[in-house]
Structure formats: structure tokens, C-alpha cells
């Protein structure tokens, strides 16, 4: 039997978090009914004040709950998760965002898509948005979403960190999320990372999940906030903090390409063409 590791990190969405949790048993009940894979879920509550922790503590007792004081972000507080599966050496690590809405058969796909491959690629997951649009999956270079193919998988440069699904064997190499990361690049630098190492990194068939876009213009480039506060948002761990957006930009491209992005980010937040009234 091949086991799974599910790694989630939650903060203040208990409803989403817990119809996540739903909907994602119903389909490792499937998928372990012939004995081929088994499933634990990894879950780190990173200072929820909405009760999330509880009831997801009440509702699924086999979750593995990690409680944290706050302040971890996405990529912190999966590293966290999977530092915790890391331990009992899992045969796969799927990074699951939780809201994200698995459609039926999903896991079954990665699963499938990961076996063709002989479970020597990272897999990825394309997520719609509820108006039919592409969300978030793979990406290539230009950071343009990948079509996915419905029936082979298609080759991508990184990827969005909602539906991840990464063999233990590319784990042994690359090891954990980037710890440098609070909340963005750590999954596109995850991708560049098995890039280097010569790691194949694919979009699975077909559309596999629910998931829309964060709203709205980021606020360090919303005309309608003050400077000040555009600069606050810009180096807040959501926004595009100069110490992690040049370690990724190196790391993707080089020092001098890093250099002038650095440049280019802080023109658009000096001088913002959007506001939240557009």
C-alpha cells in the first residue's frame, strides 16, 4: 500500500476548512477501498480565532492537528506540516489549499497521473474559478497559466501550490518548502528548485478542482491607499517582500534580472494605475 501525506495549513476559514475536509475523505474513502493507498491528513491551524481547530478536531479525529501560535503564512505553515509527515516518510506529500474544491475523481487523476509517470514528476493540479475560467495549476516561464490537456499531462515550469502532489523520492532531494518564504513564492520556488535538480514538473489532465482568485488589485498597487500604506502592504508577508521577491527572482532568473524586477515592483507601487474602484 503507498501512503499519502495531505498537508494543509488553515487560518480563520473553519466553514471552508471543514467542507474541505469532507469532501477530500469521501475521496481517499474511494481510492483506499482496493487497498493501493492509504491517506493521513496533516493539518496545521496556524492561530485560527474562529474555532476552526476545534471542530476540525471534533468532525475528523484522524486528522493530525498541529496548533500554532500564528504568524506562520502559507509556506511556514507548510513547512510545518510536512516537517511533521516528513518524519514517518511518507511515499507522497500533496499540498491541498483549503479553498480549494476537489471535483470528483481528482485525487484519483493525480494518482494515476503520478503512476504513468513512475511517480518520478512533481503533479499539479488546474483549478477553475466559478466563472470557467483557469485559476491557479501550472505555469510556464512567463508565469502565464497552462492549458491542461483532458486526457495526457503537460509539461509546465512551476506552479501553484493549491493541488500539489510530489513523490518521496523527489522529496529526499529537494527536502522541505523554502524557510526564507512566509506566505508567497515558496511554491513557485519549489517548482524552480526541481527545475535545477532535473526534476520533470507536469499539470495533470483535465481540471480537477474549484478554486477562485484572490480578489481586487494587490493593495501596494492600489492608487486609492496612501503611500505609505502601499509600501506597509508591499514588504507584509502577503505582499511582495524585497528580501523574498529577490531570492526567487534569482533563483528563477538571475541576479541582474532580479535587480531590475526589484526596480520595476517598486515603480508600480510608487506610481499605481489601479485602484479598487476599476
Known amino acids: 500500500m503507498l501512503s499519502v501525506a495531505v498537508l494543509i495549513t488553515v487560518f480563520n476559514r473553519r466553514d471552508k476548512t471543514l467542507a474541505c475536509l469532507d469532501n477530500c475523505m469521501r475521496q ?5 477501498a482496493d487497498g493501493k493507498y492509504s491517506f493521513t491528513v496533516f493539518l496545521v491551524d496556524d492561530g485560527s480565532t474562529d474555532g476552526t481547530a476545534d471542530a476540525v478536531a471534533a468532525a475528523f ?4 492537528l498541529i496548533r500554532s501560535e500564528g504568524g506562520l ?3 511556514r505553515g507548510m ?9 514517518e516518510g511518507y511515499d507522497f506529500y500533496l499540498w491541498l489549499n483549503d479553498d480549494t474544491v476537489l471535483k470528483a475523481g481528482a485525487l484519483a487523476t493525480l494518482m494515476e497521473t503520478s503512476e504513468y509517470l513512475r ?5 499539479a ?3 477553475q474559478a466559478a466563472d470557467g475560467t483557469i485559476s491557479y495549476g501550472g505555469r510556464l516561464k ?8 483532458p486526457v495526457i499531462p ?7 501550490g493549491n493541488i500539489v502532489l510530489v513523490p518521496s523520492a523527489i522529496y529526499k532531494v529537494l527536502g522541505n518548502l523554502e524557510p526564507a518564504y512566509h506566505h508567497t513564492f515558496g511554491d513557485y520556488d519549489y517548482g524552480v528548485r526541481a527545475r535545477k535538480a532535473g526534476f520533470a514538473r507536469v499539470v495533470a489532465p483535465g481540471v480537477l478542482a474549484v478554486c477562485d482568485r484572490n480578489p481586487g488589485p494587490d493593495k501596494w498597487r492600489d492608487a486609492s491607499y496612501p503611500l505609505k500604506e502601499r509600501y506597509a502592504a508591499l514588504q507584509s508577508p502577503k505582499g511582495r517582500p524585497t528580501g523574498e521577491q529577490f531570492l526567487y527572482d534569482s533563483r528563477c532568473r538571475n541576479v541582474f534580472w532580479a535587480v531590475g524586477h526589484m526596480v520595476s515592483v517598486y515603480l508600480k507601487m510608487l506610481f499605481p494605475k489601479r485602484n479598487r474602484a476599476n
Do not use: M, Q
Not at 511517480?119 to 503533479?123: G, L, N, P, S, Y
Open 125 to 127: 493540479g488546474t483549478c
Open 79 to 87: 513547512r510545518l506540516a510536512w516537517s511533521e509527515a516528513a518524519k
Open 61 to 64: 479525529p484522524s486528522v493530525r
Open 119 to 123: 511517480h518520478k514528476a512533481i503533479v
Open 73 to 75: 503564512y502559507w509556506n
Open 154 to 160: 503537460v509539461p509546465c515550469f512551476t506552479f501553484n
Open 142 to 149: 512567463s508565469n502565464k497559466l497552462v492549458e491542461p490537456d
Open 28 to 32: 481517499f474513502d474511494s481510492l483506499a
